[in-house]
């Protein structure tokens, strides 16, 4: 956590402010482990402390603020791989026929298998990961930011633990990004 | 014991992740909820009540024809108070134009008529001299309805 809950106040405006200049870059992180899109990572970071902001007022600061505006980015990140399966399945269906479009070898250079594969996770499964990897989080932390048990986290934890390993396998060596195949198209696990 | 995900994913996952995770850069674009876009329909209740207003005045201005409230309003206690007061439908005594001689009892006597052991239920239908007082038989008697005020004396009589 980066900063104790006690600080903040609800319905403070200021410390909404606050709140946003410290947990912006680290909740569009998170969605950026789970949508492969940067723009739709950042339109759904937006859209999660624009509803956490007019919640703001009723936030109880038993919840760390952070985890509390994780679990409303998560879900909206969830909200959003679902309409967006279904508009790459339209995307599918406008396609069939033509020939289909090369892809970009600068683009390879960027990507990362990493994130590859945990954008290729349900993003339950990611968020956990992302939450106890990257951010430190602990087990109780993860259950207020994902809205579920403790119990069902240590199963997620380890159910995306297992699926890594087996998708990553013998690639998954620090430098392996260049190495990954370069296909522009990332699909999404079921939610 | 049992292997957790750290184990599973070995230690160099999590400083691949923080490598990989710190490498997005955020672009910091202005916080969409300081914009002073709100809830469109944050302004549906005061649209919905003055839509039932606008509804409820012209629906008024059609029944009256008049613009003033206060007539709508004598309209609907009129409406109402009549077939409390006489126990006959209001239409009744649209459609039964005044007849020339017994027109402004013909409720309470075509009631009577119908109803047969039941004319002293409204007070008004035992008053007969309502028709003397009434000048309105006398200006226009209408011979095509003639037909009524004759029905209602049989009736009143026969049952």
């Known amino acids: ?191 | 014991m049992p292997k957790t995900e750290g184990d599973l994913l070995g230690r160099d996952f999590a400083r691949r992740l923080r490598a990989e995770l710190d490498r997005v850069r955020p672009r910091y674009s202005s916080p969409r909820y300081m914009s002073p876009v709100r809830n469109p329909l944050r302004f549906a209740p005061v649209a919905l009540c003055a839509a039932l207003a606008g509804i409820l005045a012209l629906s008024g201005f059609m029944a009256t024809g008049s613009p003033n409230p206060v007539v709508w309003t004598q309209r609907v206690v009129t409406v109402i108070e009549a077939p409390s007061s006489t126990g006959a439908p209001p239409p009744a005594q649209d459609e039964h134009e005044p007849g020339p001689a017994a027109a402004p009892s013909h409720e309470a006597e075509s009631k009577a008529s119908r109803d047969g052991s039941e004319p002293r239920e409204s007070p008004e239908a035992a008053e007969p001299p309502e028709a003397a007082e009434s000048p309105e038989p006398a200006e226009s008697p209408e011979p095509g309805e003639s037909a009524e005020p004759t029905d209602d004396h049989s009736g009143s009589g026969g049952g």
């Open chain 1, 1 to 191: 956590m980066s900063e104790p809950s006690d600080e903040y106040r609800p319905g403070s405006k200021e410390d909404f402010d606050r709140l946003y200049r410290t947990s912006y870059p680290r909740v569009y992180r998170t969605l950026a482990a789970i949508l492969s899109d940067p723009e739709a990572a950042e339109d759904c970071t937006q859209d999660a402390f624009v509803q956490a902001f007019q919640a703001w007022k009723r936030w109880r600061p038993d919840a760390p603020a952070e985890a509390w505006v994780h679990r409303i980015a998560v879900n909206r990140a969830i909200s959003y791989r679902r309409s967006a399966k279904l508009r790459s399945l339209g995307e599918i269906m406008r396609r069939l026929g033509r020939p289909t479009p090369t892809a970009d070898p600068a683009d390879a250079a960027v990507r990362s298998d990493l994130l590859t594969a945990l954008r290729a996770l349900p993003p339950r499964l990611s968020a956990a990961i992302v939450l106890r990897h990257y951010h430190g989080y602990n087990n109780r932390e993860i259950a207020a930011a994902l809205g579920v048990s403790e119990r069902t986290v240590g199963t997620r934890l380890h159910q995306a633990g297992e699926r890594l390993r087996v998708v990553l396998g013998t690639s998954f060596q620090p430098g392996a990004a260049e190495a990954f195949p370069s296909d522009n198209r990332e699909l999404y696990a079921k939610d």
